[in-house]
């Protein structure tokens, strides 16, 4: 009828109830402030990836956060509030940014293994990387899928060459047979 899911009904009816319990729990001669809730933009907001950095998480911290990230999966209701507050000194924004910086320091080192990897095969030794932005890891993308495409082609036609050696060895043999 309206396109939501089950879960987007089921979320927004437990919002109202609690909202409904809350406003009935307070006293009827106090007003609400409706500027003391001010939310903060975490979406789309790149921010200073520098705040999730190894100095400042403690081992105890950065322990609580894995745990708490295993416990909290993709999809929980709410689910930075639930991990910040199990991360001891800790808020929801900090959190998230350790979780990005780790994401991308995680990306950043599989994609330089994968090109090692590559040059290795190819027999060649790659000088170590140093920081890199968008355009060097752009040209790096377009020399592995030129580099993938090079191997492939080299398969292939030393594929197609065995075949005709094996070919010209059967053609070899019949020629012989028929001689004797």
């Known amino acids: ?33 409706p500027e003391a809730k001010v939310k903060v933009k975490t979406k789309g907001d790149k921010g200073d990836l520098s705040a999730g950095c190894d100095e400042a998480w403690s081992v105890v911290q950065q322990k609580a956060l894995e745990k708490a990230l295993k416990q909290c999966p993709k999809g929980t209701d709410q689910r930075w509030d639930k991990i910040s507050r199990t991360v001891p000194d800790k ?44 355009d060097d890891e752009t040209t790096t993308t377009t020399k592995t899928k030129t580099t993938t495409s090079k191997r492939k082609n080299r398969i292939r036609r030393r594929d197609i060459h065995e075949s005709e050696e094996e070919e010209e060895e059967d053609t070899d043999d019949d020629d012989d047979d028929l001689q004797e």
């Open 1 to 33: 009828m309206m396109g939501r899911t089950v879960f987007e009904v089921t979320k927004m009816s437990y919002k109202i109830k609690s909202s409904l319990t809350q406003r009935s729990n307070e006293p009827e001669g106090e007003e609400v402030n």
């Open 91 to 134: 808020t929801k924004e900090e959190c998230m940014l350790r979780f990005k910086f780790l994401a991308e320091k995680i990306r950043r080192k599989k994609t330089e293994e994968s090109g090692r990897r590559e040059e290795e095969e190819e027999g060649g030794e790659k000088p170590p990387q140093s920081e890199k932005s968008e």
